[in-house]
C-alpha cells in the first residue's frame, strides 16, 4: 500500500509519528479539510500530469487550479492530467492519495507558488484518508521538488 511506503519514508526521516490517518476520506480537497480540521485552502493538493512522456507532479494550495497558459509557458505542453491507471503506475499512489512522498523514480516534483502564503499546508499521505501537517520549507525538503513553478489561478484573491 501507498501509505506504508510513505510511512516508511518518514520513518527514516524520524517523523512517521506526524502521519495521520483518518476514519473518514479525505480524498478531495473539502473531505480533506474535514477531516484534518483546517480551510480548503491549507490543503495542498498533488496534481499529476505527463510531460514529454514523464510524469511529473504539482503541488499546489486547495483553492488553485492549474492556468492552462501558464502551465503550458512552464512547460511548453498542454496539461494533460494522468488518468488514475498511470498515476498509480508511474506514480506509485492511487488517486485520493497522490503525494509527493515516496514516488516512483523518474517522477519530478514541483511546488506551486500558492503554497507560499501558508505557515503550513496538509498534503495527503499515499492513501484517500492520510495527511501530514508540513511548514513550506518541510514541504520543499520532503518532497524532494525540482522547483517551485507559478502555474495555478484563482487563489490570489486571498491571502
Same mark, same amino acid.
Given at each position: 500500500m501507498s501509505i506504508d511506503k510513505v510511512r516508511a519514508y518518514f520513518r527514516s526521516l524520524g517523523m512517521e509519528d506526524r502521519v495521520m490517518e483518518f476514519e473518514v476520506s479525505s480524498a478531495t480537497v473539502e473531505?480533506?479539510?474535514?477531516? =484534518?480540521?483546517?480551510? /480548503?485552502?491549507?490543503?495542498?493538493?498533488?496534481?499529476? !500530469?505527463?510531460?514529454?512522456?514523464? /510524469?511529473?507532479?504539482?503541488?499546489?494550495?486547495?483553492d488553485a487550479k492549474v492556468d492552462n497558459? +501558464?502551465?503550458? @509557458?512552464r !512547460?511548453? @505542453?498542454k496539461a494533460k492530467m494522468l488518468s488514475p491507471e498511470e498515476a498509480?503506475?508511474? =506514480?506509485?499512489? *492511487? =488517486?485520493?492519495?497522490?503525494? /509527493?512522498? *515516496? =514516488? +516512483?523514480?523518474?517522477?519530478t516534483v514541483y511546488l506551486d507558488e500558492s503554497l507560499k502564503r501558508f505557515d503550513t499546508v496538509f498534503p495527503a499521505c499515499g492513501s484517500a484518508n492520510s495527511a501530514i501537517e508540513l511548514t513550506i520549507p518541510e514541504l520543499e525538503q520532503y518532497s524532494g521538488s525540482a *522547483?517551485?513553478?507559478d502555474v495555478c489561478?484563482?487563489?490570489?484573491d486571498e491571502s
Amino acid at each position: 500500500m501507498s501509505i506504508d511506503k510513505v510511512r516508511a519514508y518518514f520513518r527514516s526521516l524520524g517523523m512517521e509519528d506526524r502521519v495521520m490517518e483518518f476514519e473518514v476520506s479525505s480524498a478531495t480537497v473539502e473531505l480533506a479539510a474535514h477531516a =484534518v480540521g483546517c480551510e /480548503p485552502r491549507r490543503i495542498a493538493k498533488t496534481l499529476s !500530469f505527463l510531460v514529454d512522456g514523464h /510524469p511529473i507532479l504539482i503541488v499546489a494550495a486547495g483553492d488553485a487550479k492549474v492556468d492552462n497558459h +501558464n502551465y503550458k @509557458t512552464r !512547460f511548453g @505542453t498542454k496539461a494533460k492530467m494522468l488518468s488514475p491507471e498511470e498515476a498509480v503506475e508511474l =506514480v506509485g499512489h *492511487a =488517486v485520493g492519495g497522490v503525494c /509527493p512522498f *515516496a =514516488v +516512483n523514480d523518474g517522477v519530478t516534483v514541483y511546488l506551486d507558488e500558492s503554497l507560499k502564503r501558508f505557515d503550513t499546508v496538509f498534503p495527503a499521505c499515499g492513501s484517500a484518508n492520510s495527511a501530514i501537517e508540513l511548514t513550506i520549507p518541510e514541504l520543499e525538503q520532503y518532497s524532494g521538488s525540482a *522547483a517551485w513553478v507559478d502555474v495555478c489561478r484563482g487563489w490570489r484573491d486571498e491571502s
